[in-house]
């Protein structure tokens, strides 16, 4: 794969396959791709994904010019899409795609120290023309992967600055690959009279149908088609469609089932605030009653004491005739 040339405008998308415009780029900020990593001259390196031409990454041309970058999805990358507009900018010349599906930080929170791990696959060296504007690279050997390494060796041109406007990556998703594989199968078991593809058809609509995402009814089908075909006597179209309407069906059973679990804990909470507010009436019912006995208590043991005082009063006063006499 050494030195492989940039894809033409013309060369762009053969017979029958769509072209670049009509591909999903799989690079997009917008769509959950990011910047995981750059080396550290490396300005404003998010700006390669906005798919605006006029910004740019902006690098230094003599430091080792890297970027990692997670994908929106995984996918088995076929292309990868260079653009160039600035016109005070050296060029790429000779640059390196490396691809994973597990994240970079397996092998260590350094991400420079960890480029040349064994777990990056080599997809192709290329070498891109000294021109303006936008070069395609087609990657010989398609792979799966979710982050790519891209890795720009030399440059043309004396400025110091290297600028990028953007990188796309094409390729195939989940769903796309599980669709080319039944249309072979289908034409395979129709003996290539083109019921394959409507089968496809019929199992894309049964998705869009029940709102399914096509990411998780693919992975869903792919699991799950080899056993599915045995209990449908073969008929593996009508068993995928089934599995789908399934795993929907299941999709919609899990918010019911959340919304029923809410409405008995919420069911719970309420009984148990009104045995609470029960046992409060109660306990101030109670202190209420002790407080009453403990004022009754004590107006009893006043007047026990009263009495009590009185009489030693009396004794003491006898001693005088007149009061004991008034007394008795």
Request: glycine letters at 8%; aromatic letters at 6%.
């Amino acid at each position: 794969m050494s030195g492989q040339q940039p894809i033409g405008a013309a060369a762009e998308g053969g017979a029958g396959e769509p072209r670049e415009e009509e591909r999903h780029n799989l690079a997009l900020a917008k769509d959950g791709a990011k910047v995981v990593a750059a080396n550290i001259e490396a300005r404003k390196p998010g700006a390669v994904l906005d798919a605006d031409g006029d910004t740019f990454l902006r690098n230094e041309c003599r430091a080792d010019k890297w970027l990692l970058l997670e994908l929106s999805q995984v996918a088995r990358v076929d292309t990868v899409r260079l653009a160039q507009f600035e016109l005070y900018s050296s060029r790429v010349r000779d640059l390196k795609v490396l691809g994973r599906q597990s994240h970079p930080r397996a092998d260590g929170s350094d991400y420079a120290k960890g480029l040349n791990a064994s777990s990056w696959q080599p997809l192709g060296r290329f070498t891109a023309a000294n021109v303006k504007g936008v070069q395609a690279f087609s990657i010989a050997s398609p792979a799966w992967v979710k982050f790519l390494q891209l890795r720009f060796v030399t440059h043309y041109g004396n400025e110091p600055v290297c600028a990028i406007n953007e990188l796309s990556v094409f390729g195939k998703s989940a769903v796309e690959d599980l669709e080319d594989r039944l249309a072979l199968e289908g034409d395979a078991e129709s003996g290539g009279t083109g019921g394959g593809a409507n089968d496809v058809q019929r199992l894309a609509a049964a998705a869009a149908e029940t709102g399914l995402n096509a990411a998780d009814a693919a992975a869903a089908a792919a699991a799950r088609g080899q056993r599915a075909r045995a209990r449908h006597g073969g008929n593996v179209y009508d068993a995928l469609i089934a599995e789908i309407k399934a795993l929907k069906l299941a999709q919609k059973a899990a918010p019911r089932a959340l919304r029923d679990l809410r409405a008995d804990f919420e069911a719970a909470v309420s009984g148990l605030s009104s045995e609470l507010a029960d046992l409060r009436r109660k306990v101030a019912a109670a202190a209420e009653a002790a407080a009453v006995a403990a004022a009754d208590a004590a107006e009893a043991a006043a007047a026990a004491a009263g009495r009590v005082l009185l009489w030693n009063f009396a004794e003491r006063a006898c001693s005088w005739e007149y009061f004991c006499r008034d007394i008795e």
